[in-house]
């Protein structure tokens, strides 16, 4: 599989958890430009249940970032697994900071790389 | 005597050896009375250790070796009549020399056959005494800094069995002298450290050291606390075989604040690399907006420059809630505001770190506005940055107005809506719940930013 392969976007519907509005729009101009529809991006815990609950069934793949606002991403992770969709974390934390039960989830650390967050999720969403 | 002088001549007479035997034994004093106490004899040894010569003492009383306590309660004669009576008489008591001087002995005085009176030996037990003075002293020393000390204190075998424990350790665990004793002591250590602490014991031999961290449940409260333990082999060159003594300090305190470190760094770890996320986001978004190279540079560097001027008041007060007024004062400052233009009012505000930092780029943003087309640039404008708090039943917010007056507004208002007017109309809502609302009024700019600053009790 190529690279180009690898980072397939195109048409996904893709979730973005980041609650710095620039990082987020940055993300969602990113996601777009290499043709996926972005939803959200939500900048809160609470926004980010919502909406995995009205995208039931519609979303692909998500972008958490680990923490918004003090709040830990862990009940968005929750959900998305039992609604099957895959995700990447997007963190400053060290891997020692993520319990064990997520240790499996693809990370980028923080400032991303654009390209390894789209191959990351690219990869996730196939697995899926 | 035989030739080779090696041997007792077999002729000699008992009493001719018993008489070198008593002569030789210089260690000891031997000496023999009459029925009431006049000497009958007296060694060298009694003279070495009394002071007195043979000739002095021959006929007259022993009791001159007693002191004058003794003699006053009557000992001499309390100890003649126990030898009449038990066949001996042994005691330890002081004595004295001629000089006067006083030694500590020990003594045995038996009857001689027949009645005719006692034979005593006596002798100097001075030195002993002094050492078991010395050992007691020591014991009671040792008792006294083991008692007294905040350190729990133990004894135990090289493998941890325990043989002592302190009053503290009793106190502290309310776990009983006895039942502390063997392993009993490791029911007060937290379950998860049992096996570090007993392991811990299986290397202490081979390094003539015990040292080991765990929770030592305290009886007052239930709680467990961090206690540092370490132990050492009384006899270091046997440490087998030999008496170990062990302290055990609280260092709960200390843990708390290395834990509270490692979690400072790993918040510093995430600050520092949230803040690169964010200067990511400014340049790409900037360049985003940046018709050439110049022109990106120049507003790339002028953002990063505001960024770290509110980074600097963040960390000048340690992470913590920063100055409305120094914020605004130090962005106006820095977009070369004179007073007599602008005017900051408003009552003391703490702004906390998330929201400082995006309300101090949003002023950047306007100020940068200012400076370029609106009250910094024209000589009549003027600026008034107003600020007051609103309580509302559940929370109270922050209302702040940006105005600017005696602008002359250029004929076209702006048609492409930029990074600042991005940051203000999108970023300040997404962020801090924030409503913004920025308008071009005929005489100037004016902004109206109300955030959530605190929720009410």
Same mark, same amino acid.
């Given at each position: ?128 | ?90 005691? *330890? $008591?002081?004595?004295?020399? !001629? +000089?006067?001087?006083?030694? &500590? ?5 038996? /009857? %001689? ?100 961290? *765990? $929770?030592?449940?305290?009886? !007052? +409260?239930?709680?467990?606390? &961090? ?5 050492? /082999? %009384? ?223």
């Amino acid at each position: 599989m190529t690279e180009q392969q690898g980072a397939d976007l195109k048409g996904r519907r893709l979730l973005i958890a980041e609650d710095e509005y620039m990082i987020a729009l940055d993300m969602a101009d990113f996601f777009e430009e290499a043709g996926a529809e972005v939803i959200g991006p939500v900048g809160s815990v609470k926004d980010a249940l919502a909406l995995v609950a009205r995208e039931r069934g519609r979303l692909d793949g998500a972008l958490l970032d680990v923490t918004l606002h003090n709040d830990k991403i862990y009940p968005v992770a929750d959900a998305l697994c039992a609604a099957g969709v895959p995700f990447v974390f997007a963190t400053g934390y060290d891997a020692q900071s993520i319990p064990q039960a997520y240790a499996d989830v693809p990370r980028c650390a923080k400032p991303v790389d654009r390209d390894q967050v789209a191959r990351l999720l690219s990869a996730a969403v196939l697995r899926s | 005597m035989s030739e080779s002088g090696d041997f007792v001549d077999p002729a000699m007479s008992k009493a001719q050896l018993f008489e070198l035997i008593v002569e030789s034994s210089t260690d000891f004093a031997i000496f023999t009375t009459g029925t009431t106490g006049a000497v009958t004899s007296w060694n060298v040894g009694a003279e070495r250790l009394f002071g007195f010569t043979e000739s002095e003492m021959i006929g007259s009383t022993a009791d001159v070796i007693f002191i004058a306590e003794d003699r006053q309660k009557g000992a001499p004669d309390q100890e003649r009549s126990q030898a009449r009576q038990e066949g001996r008489a042994i005691d *330890q $008591r002081w004595h004295q020399r !001629k +000089d006067g001087s006083r030694f &500590w002995a020990s003594g045995l005085m038996m /009857p %001689l056959k027949e009645g005719s009176g006692f034979v005593k030996i006596t002798r100097d037990r001075t030195e002993q005494r002094h050492a078991n003075d010395q050992l007691r002293e020591n014991e009671e020393r040792f008792r006294l800094l083991a008692t007294s000390i905040p350190q729990l204190v133990f004894r135990s075998l090289h493998d941890g069995v325990r043989t002592w424990g302190s009053p503290q350790w009793i106190d502290f665990t309310g776990l009983s002298f006895e039942d502390s004793l063997g392993f009993g002591w490791l029911d007060t250590i937290h379950p998860d450290d049992r096996d570090g602490t007993v392991s811990a014991w299986k290397d202490a031999p081979a390094k003539g050291e015990y040292y080991a961290e *765990q $929770r030592i449940r305290r009886a !007052k +409260d239930e709680e467990y606390r &961090w206690h540092q333990t370490r132990a050492r /082999p %009384l006899n270091g060159n046997s440490p087998t075989t030999s008496d170990w003594v062990g302290t055990m300090t609280d260092i709960h305190e200390l843990r708390g604040l290395k834990d509270r470190q490692a979690v400072l760094m790993a918040e510093l770890q995430h600050r520092t690399r949230n803040l690169l996320a964010v200067v990511q986001s400014i340049a790409s978004q900037t360049a985003r907006n940046s018709t050439s190279l110049q022109i990106f540079k120049t507003e790339f560097e002028s953002r990063l420059r505001a960024l770290s001027r509110v980074q600097g008041l963040i960390s000048r007060v340690d992470y913590q809630d920063v100055d409305l007024r120094t914020l605004v004062d130090v962005e106006l400052k820095a977009h070369g505001m004179e007073d007599g233009k602008a005017v900051i009012e408003g009552p003391p505000v703490e702004v906390p770190p998330p929201s400082a930092q995006a309300l101090a780029l949003a002023i950047h943003e306007l100020a940068t506005n200012a400076l370029k087309y609106g009250a910094f640039a024209q000589p009549d404008g003027r600026l008034r940055v107003a600020w007051q708090l609103d309580r509302e039943r559940d929370e109270t917010r922050l209302v702040l107005e940006w105005r600017e007056t005696g602008v002359v507004m250029p004929a076209e208002k702006p048609t492409r809506k930029g990074y600042g007017t991005e940051l203000i109309e999108n970023a300040l809502p997404y962020q801090l719940m924030a409503k913004t609302d920025l308008a071009y009024g005929a005489d100037g700019v004016r902004c109206l930013i109300t955030v959530p600053v605190h929720a009410n009790p």
